[in-house]
């Protein structure tokens, strides 16, 4: 719109936050009807939608000369192999041994089990990208509302791409994960609550010190999960400024396709089993009635 005026700008307003509502809803609705989580699999579809666009761009480049097949088949496996290791990191886990104390509560002895404490790789998940590029989609933001000089300049060395762009972007990435990763997870209401159900971790003295014990084992692999988010989320400035691929693969979106599917497939795997677990009950009844 070459001049906007306050009418156009209240319809626009009214719009986006009608829509936003309506697809707050229908996600809603289809987490209540459905197995996964609805705002992720309405995410979800939104990329897998433009896979299409990006192979006809691809092959139009492929038939110009743009592309060479040589580069092309090196992008597909790369593809294919940035993909496994998503897979991969994203089921990995570092699994604690747990030891539960047996306890005799009147003729009764329990306690006893041994289970684990599973500490995933990447416990924050896509929030440490999608923090950290806002944080640096600011400068930009408020250098096209200014025509200051230095402001111009400043927006200009952070864009993206850039070195210091780059390096800033796998920063906070870091700082992020470690930061939203204490928010979600505290090892000492961890701690606590195994040393009231008379849990404790072989060779680990319960309270304080199975709560640093866990805190290390969490810092330690949060580091190697923060390193994989940042690796994922540079990999499209490399593929698009190395080898000029049309289209945008890695990021948050791949992280999030790859983590809807999984968490998709393990809801649909569990409700499968009870399914079968429930109609094997029903048919044990039936037998014990007749």
């Known amino acids: 719109m070459p001049d906007p005026g306050l009418m156009f700008i209240f319809v626009t307003v009214i719009t986006l936050t009608t829509g936003t509502v309506f697809i707050m ?3 809603e609705q289809i987490t209540s009807r459905g197995i996964a989580n609805g705002i992720s699999l309405i995410i979800f579809a939104g990329i897998v939608a433009r896979i299409p666009g990006a192979l006809t761009k691809t092959f139009r480049l492929l038939s110009t000369g743009e592309l060479t097949i040589f580069v092309l088949i090196i992008v597909a496996a790369l593809m294919l192999g940035v993909l496994a290791f998503i897979c991969f990191m994203e089921t990995s886990q570092r699994r604690i041994p747990i030891q539960y104390a047996k306890r005799m509560m009147g003729r009764k002895m329990y306690g006893g089990q041994t289970t684990h404490l599973p500490l995933r790789v990447n416990t924050a998940g896509v929030i440490p990208p999608i923090f950290a590029s806002s944080i640096l989609m600011f400068p930009a933001t408020i ?3 200014s025509q200051v000089e230095w402001l111009q ?3 200009a060395y952070f864009r993206p791409g850039s070195l210091a762009y780059t390096l800033v972007y796998i920063g906070l990435i870091i700082f992020f994960c470690y930061f939203y990763t204490a928010i979600i997870f ?3 209401d961890i701690a606590e609550n ?3 159900q008379g849990g404790f971790i072989p060779g680990i003295r319960p309270g304080n010190t199975t709560k640093v014990y866990i805190d ?3 810092s330690r692999i949060t580091f190697w999960g923060a390193l994989y988010v ?3 989320c540079v990999l499209p400035m490399l593929l698009i400024n190395k080898l000029n691929v049309p289209f945008y693969f890695g990021g948050t979106a791949l992280l999030i396709v790859v983590g809807v599917a999984i968490d998709t497939m393990s809801k ?3 409700y499968l089993i009870s399914h079968q677990y429930e109609g094997l009950m029903q048919k044990s009844r039936l037998k014990g009635r007749l």
């Open 25 to 27: 809803w229908l996600g």
């Open 143 to 145: 250098a096209n509302f």
């Open 153 to 155: 300049d400043f927006s």
């Open 186 to 188: 505290d090892p000492k």
């Open 194 to 196: 195994l040393k009231k």
């Open 216 to 218: 290390r084992v969490l």
């Open 230 to 232: 940042a690796a994922i």
């Open 268 to 270: 649909v795997q569990s």
